[in-house]
């Protein structure tokens, strides 16, 4: 390749189909964007705090979107218009205080605003419960998850690994008077809807993670440790609980059911009619 | 073609700040001009800071799991083997006969620096003997590296701060060799000086671990 | 090339012919280390590649039952764990770095040839360690090439979790250590060892990239390796560094121990966020040195570029929390983190900027490396614009784990870091080899390879958007994702689309080796040293005396100049307004 003034030569095919890759991209990437949006997308929502993080992800989205999309136009009609042909020469400038500064303030303030947004909502996700909340825990466990409900008191008993066994896989306390009234199922999560549900997260054994997509809830189960979250489901039906941490083997069999009742009476009456741990 | 004959001196060789030869460095090739790089520092000395640095990160890592730990119930706790007073007192005489070594080859008095060096050989031997004793005494008495976060800690601690000792007695025994033929003198003693960083570090590297694992 | 070398400054030195051994195996010549790294990495990169190769088979079709599932899993972890430490981490700075740094100083070697001899061959007993694991009882590692606690601290969690995990955590020690001693010498070489007239600000980003990569490397590998030792320690010794209290095993409750399975994340990370952005500067700067040289036009903002890439080395050691957001970690050491994640995205546009700048108002020439560099713009872009996503904490809480950050991280290491590493090799290539690569067929490759990076990857986007949790062997327990197929099948396609246009490139690679049109110093008419020495250089570089550097390397298409290049090595006067510092 000579590059001098010396020997000129025609990039200008060359550019030319650069140039139309990358709008090929380009237009690739948003095509595919408008397709997915209606097959491919988040899960129907069914929670009232998931509101401000989806709201949150459309505006993120459309920034996204035009600088990809700007980014991509640019460096096409560079390729197309700047390759070389003749003896036109490239030019020489290389800075531009103006131009510099711009771009970086005009992105830091766009992205100071995105911060602040999402310290605010990351403040409400992890603000404390309503008192009124429904109290659940839920222990994940290679590979499945317990659900505990507390008793009508709404306590949930102590627990201690020594007395673990095969009919009492939480080592719930038989000192505990509660012990014998909180409820304990496999992969069966009811709650009620519009009102708040408070989980108590814990593991048994390894790292799980706690995930319920169409609440934008997730939450790593850890062992050793008992995490709080709470959320307010406020659409009815049912819906699916999913692991989101590698746990072994049985990782992708981790699924559970989540049931949003329609009312507390609705739960009441499940609930009853599941026997004693 | 060979390679030898391009910079399998070890970097210790080409000491000071005015390091000639095949390197690249010397006439007509020290990153001079207006803007280059400021004092002359050898690349030994360089390449042994930029070492002591991760020696450092490695021990930061420790110290952070350590605090961290130490903060949860069911630390446990191990006593301290007194003999650690003593292989503490070997290390700070060995780094006191190093530097002793290192000025009197400054002097040109090369027997006075490999009788310094080998004193030095010896109470570093000296001080990894001690450690192993302490680890010998605790176990006597039951605390072993599983028994609790503490004395879990204290043979990780102690055991990777020997295992960088031991590798510095390695390099000081070449040194001693090199030494003994006659390899320094008063314009050519700059590896004395580097190894030194090292192995003074070493001796603040225990300093800190003793204390960290005793009264911090 | 020389047979015979002269050295400066070396009195009596004669040459003399080398074995075998000492001239390919045990070699000191940076050169030569540099191309052991080449291909001993190139290699790894075609086991990670088989191992996608494999994962696409089975995700595409899961109900063949290509893979079982520990086998999936044991694909997912060394893909991950070969790609990132093996390949990438390897390849930029053990085989660029090495070939590169004399040459653009305008030294003969390394500060520290004999140093630099043992992290190649250092890196060596890590490969074995690595591939031995897929022979042993249980098989390799199958926890993650993150290895999260204690699933991978407690044997009896995982099939894989024997012998395998534990070979696993040697093989990084290996690798952490070679690259270790290979930044000792990197920083020492760069500071201490430029020739005359090449002061820091005159020397191409290609070794700023690298610079900045050696001081991230010294200051978060030794982390890892303290998170790897107390992991081998809990797996070997009975120490609980990382076990928790009272873990269920096979239906019995583990006793003594004490540990925090979020410790072992802590650390991790800490090394992690680092390591990835030592996985891109040194991308982030041949791209910058390539696309100058074909735009003939100098990069913008030389100065904004330096403080960047300082800036994104600084910056990366605040953010590692932005992987723990929904760890259990505090959600006000979350809200630090969402902030320091969210700055680092700045300096990293500025660097795109600058990128799209340099080509506005050049004379572009379309060599296969530029194809490369230019591409890598459009992923670095893609993947970047991805991770704002992520940053936002409220939304990395659904996006979390799911292959969203998949699409994410291929982006901008598979996608962008390779494109690099390819741009990279069809530039320096003729340096290294005396040869030219084929043009023809670089684009072929340039062009399958860049449509199938993006119709594998791109995909994954949708599938991340619909809660598509990681690692999952198979999504068919999951109703909810139950219209994922089609997008499984397309991405497996394309993906082996993608792998097949590799051996266009390893064809051509070898071919060229051997049987290229023979190069010049400088077929690219570019302006830094390295192009000042013969292609490729004889053993010590640069004849009896030792270049002198009159500019920065930028200096492209001066107004008034005789040719539209001033190399950094030529004295002759240039046109007063293009000269720079």
């Known amino acids: 390749m000579d590059s001098g003034s010396t020997m000129p030569r025609d990039e200008r095919a060359a550019g030319r189909w650069m140039g139309v890759l990358i709008l090929f991209i380009l237009a690739a990437g948003v095509a595919s964007f408008i397709v997915a949006a209606h097959i491919w997308w988040l899960q129907p929502l069914a929670s009232k705090q998931g509101a401000a993080a989806d709201e949150l992800f459309n505006a993120i989205l459309a920034a996204t979107a035009i600088a990809f999309i700007a980014v991509h136009l640019f460096v096409a009609i560079a390729l197309i218009r700047y390759a070389a042909y003749g003896r036109r020469p490239a030019a020489h400038w290389h800075e531009h205080l103006g131009a510099e500064l711009t771009w970086t303030l005009v992105p830091a303030a766009g992205l100071v605003i995105l911060a602040i947004l999402a310290e605010i909502v990351w403040a409400r996700v992890y603000s404390p419960p309503p008192a009124n909340a429904q109290v659940v825990e839920v222990t994940g466990r290679q590979f499945l998850w317990y659900v505990r409900y507390p008793s009508p008191d709404g306590k949930l008993a102590r627990t201690d690994p020594k007395f673990i066994s095969a009919g009492n896989p939480l080592g719930l306390d038989p000192g505990d008077p509660d012990s014998k009234t909180n409820v304990v199922v496999t992969n069966e999560l009811h709650v009620v809807n519009n009102r708040p549900v408070r989980v108590e997260i814990r593991s048994l054994d390894v790292i799980h993670s706690f995930f319920l997509p169409n609440f934008r809830v997730k939450q790593d189960a850890v062992p050793g440790r008992s995490i709080m979250i709470w959320f307010t489901p406020d659409r009815a039906g049912a819906y699916q609980i999913a692991c989101a941490q590698l746990c072994g083997v049985g990782h992708y069999t981790m699924r559970g059911n989540m049931v949003v009742e329609t009312d507390q009476a609705a739960f009441d009456a499940w609930l009853a009619k599941q026997g004693q741990h | ?216 | 090339m020389d047979a015979l070398a002269v050295h400066e400054g070396a009195p009596g030195h004669e040459a003399h012919a080398e074995s075998f051994v000492r001239h390919y195996i045990f070699s000191l010549d940076h050169k030569m280390i540099g191309k052991q790294y080449y291909l001993t990495t190139l290699f790894m990169a075609m086991v990670g590649g088989a191992l996608a190769m494999l994962m696409r088979a089975h995700l595409g079709w899961p109900q063949n039952g290509t893979l079982d599932p520990g086998q999936y899993l044991a694909a997912v972890t060394m893909h991950g764990t070969v790609m990132i430490f093996f390949f990438l981490t390897s390849i930029l700075t053990g085989a660029f770095g090495n070939f590169l740094i004399p040459l653009m100083i305008g030294a003969r070697d390394m500060a520290f040839p004999f140093l630099n001899m043992l992290s190649y061959w250092t890196l060596v007993p890590g490969v074995l360690v690595l591939l031995s694991s897929f022979f042993v009882p249980g098989g390799p590692a199958g926890n993650g090439w993150t290895s999260y606690a204690p699933l991978s601290t407690v044997a009896k969690f995982s099939p894989s979790g024997g012998a395998g995990q534990t070979l696993w955590a040697i093989s990084i020690m290996f690798v952490l250590f070679s690259s270790l001693f290979g930044s000792l010498n990197f920083l020492t070489t760069i500071i201490n060892m430029r020739a005359r007239g090449l002061s820091l600000g005159r020397i191409p980003l290609t070794l700023w990239g690298i610079f900045i990569t050696a001081i991230l490397a010294v200051l978060s590998f030794p982390v890892l390796t303290a998170a790897v030792i107390m992991m081998i320690l809990d797996r070997t010794a009975g120490t609980s560094f990382f076990i928790p209290p009272n873990l269920l095993v096979a239906g019995k409750v583990l006793a003594n121990k004490n540990g925090d399975a979020l410790l072992w994340q802590h650390l991790f990370w800490f090394f992690g966020h680092p390591e990835v952005y030592i996985l891109i500067l040194t991308p982030m700067g041949i791209v910058s040195d390539v696309i100058s040289t074909f735009s003939r036009k100098p990069i913008f903002g030389y100065k904004a570029m330096v403080l960047s890439i300082s800036a994104i080395g600084f910056l990366s050691f605040l953010v590692w929390g932005h992987h723990m957001f929904v760890s259990g970690m505090s959600p006000l050491l979350g809200a630090a983190f969402i902030g320091s994640t969210i700055a680092i995205a700045v300096p990293s546009a500025i660097k795109t900027f600058n990128w799209c700048t340099t080509l506005w108002q050049g004379r572009i020439h379309f060599t296969s490396a530029m194809l490369f560099a230019i591409a890598f713009v459009s992923l670095f872009v893609t993947g970047g614009l991805s991770g704002i996503f992520l940053a936002t904490a409220p939304v990395d809480i659904y996006l979390h784990d799911t292959y969203f950050v998949i699409a994410h991280f291929h982006f901008v290491m598979a996608a962008a870091a390779l494109f690099s590493i390819f741009a990279g090799t069809y530039f320096w290539f003729p340096k290294m080899f005396g040869r030219m690569l084929n043009e023809r067929l670089g684009k072929i490759h340039f062009v399958f390879t860049f449509l199938g990076i993006y119709a594998t990857f791109f995909p994954m986007h949708f599938l991340g958007f619909m809660g598509n949790s990681r690692r999952l062997y198979d999504t068919s327990t999951y109703p909810f994702l139950s219209h994922a197929g089609p997008i499984d099948v397309f991405i497996s396609l394309s993906a082996f689309m993608l792998g097949a246009a590799q051996f266009v490139f390893i064809y051509n690679f070898f071919n060229s080796m051997l049987r290229g049109p023979v190069a010049g110093p400088n077929p690219w008419h570019a302006n830094s040293l390295e192009w000042a020495a013969p292609s490729p250089p004889p053993h010590g570089n640069w004849g009896p005396s030792l270049p002198v550097v009159y500019r920065w390397p930028y200096d492209y298409s001066v107004p008034g100049a005789a040719q539209d290049y001033s190399p950094q090595w030529q004295a002759e006067p240039v046109a007063a307004a293009g000269g720079e510092q």
């Open chain 2, 1 to 216: 073609m060979t390679a030898h004959a391009i910079g399998t001196r070890p970097a210790e060789n080409r000491g000071g700040s005015r390091p000639s030869g095949p390197s690249g460095l010397g006439p007509g090739g020290r990153g001079g001009g207006p803007a280059a790089s400021g004092p002359e520092v050898s690349a030994a000395v360089i390449g042994m800071a930029a070492a002591l640095t991760a020696v450092t990160m490695l021990f930061v890592a420790f110290t952070t799991a350590y605090l961290a730990r130490r903060q949860e119930p069911g630390w446990g706790t191990v006593a301290m083997p007194p003999v650690l007073w003593l292989t503490t007192a070997l290390l700070l005489a060995s780094s006191g006969t190093l530097e002793w070594a290192r000025r009197r080859i400054a002097a040109g008095d090369i027997r006075g620096l490999r009788r310094g060096l080998t004193a030095t050989a010896w109470l570093g031997g000296a001080f990894l003997v001690g450690q192993i004793a302490a680890w010998r005494s605790l176990a006597a008495q039951g605390a072993y590296i599983s028994s609790n976060p503490h004395s879990g800690f204290f043979y990780l601690l102690t055991g990777a701060h020997g295992v960088h000792l031991l590798g510095g007695l390695a390099a000081l025994g070449i040194i001693v060799w090199k030494a003994h033929a006659g390899r320094y003198g008063v314009a050519s003693h700059a590896g004395i000086g580097v190894f030194a960083l090292y192995w003074h570090f070493m001796d603040l590297l225990w300093l800190y671990l003793f204390a960290l694992l005793f009264w911090a």
